[in-house]
């Protein structure tokens, strides 16, 4: 049976340890490498087929995202477009777009977050099919007390999540992207806001976990979690794709070529939009679409 899976894209917030950055665009717009950062996770639920996304940000940044992204057509995709007029956490977006998920399974992906592995891109494949309960993901970090921490048993059975604890229990960082069922608005709604006053993600998953619904998989060792969130980390995914480009000759995260790979486009219809525009992530089309 194939699931209709949503996806939601959040890219709100202020991006304050990017400013000064950040002072007139989202962090979210901001170049990592040759690409604007959405693109990435953007790719990523492209990559899994999802075709319906859910963009979320501030009312001062809405429409740049717009001017960037369209209505989706462009790529074969359809976009909508909600504001999140405070951060309230990121378990308020289930809320914000419950009219936009009517009653269907979903993939929340910070806009932050870049995800990178052929083996990752088919363990979160699998988690598409699924539509039983919750599907997160770890990764191993040194500096956890920054993340939503998972326990784990010594059989990799979860035994618990805490948010950005003083005392990690484990090196394991919950990951920027979230699978959910078809209950995941009304467990929303019955959140109460943390002592930061925010609608906590850990809350909700913990939620499943009570209810025995909860699958937290191990980010495979030959996939890679970039968080391009301060100034330091962004240059070093930069570096990354760059360097990643550079070895393999082929763009990472290109939502035109990930389109034209799928059918989702037809090459006549990239032609079209790239006109006579010349510039290198054009020109990597270009030699794409050669017959």
């Known amino acids: ?18 400013y000064p950055s950040t002072k007139a665009i989202s962090k979210q ?37 717009e001017k960037l992204l369209g209505d989706g057509s462009e790529f074969g995709l359809s976009f909508t477009y909600i504001v999140q007029r405070k951060p309230n956490g990121l378990a308020e977006s289930f809320l914000l777009a419950e009219d936009f998920l009517d009653g269907s399974a979903c993939c ?29 993901f770890a990764y191993k970090v040194r500096d956890s007390e920054r993340f939503g921490v998972v326990e784990f048993n010594d059989d990799y059975k979860v035994i618990s999540i805490e948010e950005k604890p003083k005392n990690p229990k484990s090196n394991y960082a919950v990951t920027g992207i979230y699978f959910y069922d078809q209950d995941v608005v009304e467990y929303a709604k019955s959140l109460k806001p943390s002592p ?58 290109c939502p035109e070529e990930i389109s034209i790979k799928k059918e989702w486009i037809l090459p006549d219809e990239l032609l079209k939009k790239i006109g006579k525009t010349e510039n290198e992530y054009n020109k990597y089309l270009y030699k794409k679409l050669k017959p």
Not at 4 to 9: A, T
């Open 108 to 136: 929340l992906i910070l806009g932050d977050n870049i995800f990178i592995g052929e083996s990752f891109i088919d363990k979160i494949s699998e988690a598409v099919q699924c539509n039983l309960g919750s599907s997160i």
């Open 196 to 253: 930061r006053g925010e609608l906590e993600i850990t809350d909700l998953n913990n939620i499943y976990l009570k209810k025995g619904n909860l699958s937290v998989e191990i980010i495979p060792e030959d996939s890679y979690w970039l968080d391009a969130g301060t100034p330091k980390s962004l240059m070093e995914a930069s570096n990354f794709i760059y360097e990643l480009e550079q070895n393999k000759s082929k763009k990472i995260s």
């Open 29 to 65: 717009l901001v170049p990592v490498y040759d690409k604007p950062m959405i693109y990435y996770p953007l790719c990523t639920l492209m990559e899994m087929n999802i075709k319906e996304i859910c963009i979320i940000s501030t009312p001062e940044h809405i429409g740049l995202f």
């Open 1 to 18: 049976m194939k699931i209709n899976r949503k996806g939601i894209i959040l890219a709100g917030g202020s991006g304050s340890r990017l």
